[in-house]
């Protein structure tokens, strides 16, 4: 299983972003998907998660400002971040799960992309 994140970088606050992660070597449509980041000196931060379904759940931190979607055809999981403030800056990571419900535990998740990062200037 591989996961690779792409389309982070530098944005001023206000701004947008939005990441994807490829995903290969899985069965695509079998596993949940989800977002997390990690700033300097901080806990990974569960953001959003897809289920099988297309059923999503949000962090209180980004609900309303980030929007998770997946292309299942192109095996390829989206973050689009609006309004961004410069406490989003972090590593952001995705995720995987084999089969069932969205989840922001990190726990829960079974592989892990390598990051990419975000900035946020004010």
């Known amino acids: 299983v591989q996961l690779v994140e792409s389309g982070g970088g530098s944005v001023q606050a206000g701004g947008s972003l939005r990441l994807s992660c490829a995903g290969s070597?899985?069965?695509?449509?079998?596993?949940?998907m989800g977002w997390f980041r990690q700033a300097p000196g901080k806990e990974r931060e569960g953001l959003a998660s897809?289920?099988?379904?297309?059923?999503?759940i949000y962090a209180d931190s980004v609900n309303g400002r980030f929007t998770v979607s997946k292309d299942s055809a192109k095996k390829t999981l989206y973050l689009q971040m609006n309004r961004l403030k410069p406490e989003d800056t972090a590593m952001y990571y995705c995720?995987?799960?084999?089969?069932?419900?969205?989840?922001?535990?990190?726990?829960?998740?079974?592989?892990w992309g390598q990051g990419t990062q975000v900035t946020v200037s004010s």
């Open positions: 995720a995987a799960k084999y089969a069932g419900y969205a989840t922001l535990r990190s726990a829960d998740y079974d592989y």
């Open positions: 897809i289920n099988t379904y297309r059923g999503t």
């Open positions: 070597g899985y069965t695509y449509s079998r596993y949940s």
